[in-house]
T-cell receptor, first 113, second 117 residues
Framework: AQSVAQPEDQVNVAEGNPLTVKCTYS??????LFWYVQYPNRGLQFLLK??????LVKGSYGFEAEFNKSQTSFHLKKPSALVSDSALYFC???????????FGRGTSLIVHP | DSGVTQTPKHLITATGQRVTLRCSPR?????VYWYQQSLDQGLQFLIH???????AKGNILERFSAQQFPDLHSELNLSSLELGDSALYFC????????????????FGEGSWLTVV
């Protein structure tokens, strides 16, 4: 079985400050991890993924995520937040035995000017 | 733009009616997925098709059905609609459903907003 948790419904950060959106997962095998972003009234856009290799994954719009196997986490980060980063962020996971990813409930990121 | 096209973008219909949502996957993608997004349930997987064949079912109601046609476009049929079916329905696509090298990254369309009144 696979599951993912996004412990924060909302994250508030000031523009220019670093941001972190948290994600923890549970899988029976090796995880495949994904982050998506959803802007208002839009579809989910793929940001980045971890399959194997380097624990730090870089993605679109300056976002990166760190895979931590011991803590079963895949937190999304950005060194300097922009107001335009305000959106809903989804973490997703699948294991090697399933090709259907399970999505978290999403975290609303609000970046204040 | 993900390359996944969904129509219609918005749809308002009455309870008890039937609607069809249409999806064209990214060029070359053989897999199509349908998801439902609502405030209380989050993002729920409904069904997956690969090259015309149903491969997996998720939380899809019996009143809902889907198919994928030879040209790879897909349709989601929702019948006997209820107020609770009001949601955003997403189609997503990927190249291969077992593509381990890419992690089977799926790409979403912009969604079809369904409002049942």
């Amino acid at each position: 079985a696979q599951s993912v948790a996004q412990p924060e419904d909302q994250v508030n950060v000031a523009e220019g400050n670093p941001l972190t959106v948290k994600c923890t997962y549970s899988v029976s095998g090796n995880p495949y991890l994904f982050w998506y972003v959803q802007y208002p009234n839009r579809g989910l856009q793929f940001l980045l993924k971890y399959i194997t290799g380097d624990n730090l994954v870089k993605g679109s719009y300056g976002f990166e995520a760190e895979f931590n196997k011991s803590q079963t986490s895949f937190h999304l980060k950005k060194p300097s937040a922009l107001v335009s980063d305000s959106a809903l962020y989804f973490c997703a996971v699948r294991d090697g035995g399933s090709y259907i990813p399970t999505f978290g409930r999403g975290t609303s990121l609000i970046v204040h000017p | 733009d993900s390359g996944v096209t969904q129509t219609p973008k918005h749809l308002i219909t009455a309870t008890g009616q039937r609607v069809t949502l249409r999806c064209s996957p990214r060029s070359g993608d053989l897999s199509v997925y349908w998801y439902q997004q609502s405030l209380d349930q989050g993002l729920q997987f409904l069904i997956h098709y690969y090259n015309g064949e149903e491969r997996a079912k998720g939380n899809i109601l019996e009143r809902f059905s889907a198919q994928q046609f030879p040209d790879l476009h897909s349709e989601l049929n929702l019948s006997s609609l209820e107020l609770g079916d009001s949601a955003l329905y997403f189609c997503a696509s990927s190249a291969y459903w077992t593509d381990a090298s890419s992690g089977n990254t799926i790409y979403f369309g912009e969604g079809s907003w369904l409002t049942v009144v």
